[in-house]
């Protein structure tokens, strides 16, 4: 499957940013699909993800109650809605694919979309 992230950009703090994520392929709804995220000199770390139905979601702490994912499997595409948005969130935004149920890190995932960056201003 290949992924297509899009929908980052300059947001001040408190704002509110929708990521996308296009899969190609048609087994998408086969996937657990995964956020992760990469601030400058950090490592990825999980935000999200979303089992093949969307009856499962887990969330980092951090971003619980302020991020949402969500997934549309007829038009193969993952989702992550964040509202109050703080100024550590600034990163570049991935989106991932994977057939392990609750997996959490990155070494768990197959496939990566490009990345999609962004930046909360305080």
């Known amino acids: 499957v290949q992924l297509q992230a899009s929908g980052g950009g300059l947001v001040q703090a408190g704002g509110s940013l929708r990521l996308s994520c296009a899969a190609s392929?048609?087994?998408?709804?086969?996937?657990?699909m995964g956020w992760f995220r990469q601030a400058p000199g950090k490592e990825r770390v999980f935000v999200a993800s979303?089992?093949?139905?969307?009856?499962?979601?887990y969330y980092e702490d951090a971003v619980k109650g302020r991020f949402a994912i969500s997934r549309d499997n007829a038009k193969n595409t993952v989702y992550l809605q964040m509202n109050s948005l703080k100024s550590e969130d600034t990163a570049v935004y991935y989106c991932?694919?994977?057939?392990?149920?609750?997996?959490?890190?990155?070494?768990?995932?197959?496939?990566w979309g490009q990345g999609t960056l962004v930046t909360v201003s305080s």
């Open positions: 392929g048609r087994t998408f709804s086969s996937y657990v």
């Open positions: 979303i089992s093949q139905i969307g009856a499962s979601k």
């Open positions: 991932a694919a994977t057939s392990v149920v609750l997996a959490t890190t990155p070494s768990e995932y197959n496939y």
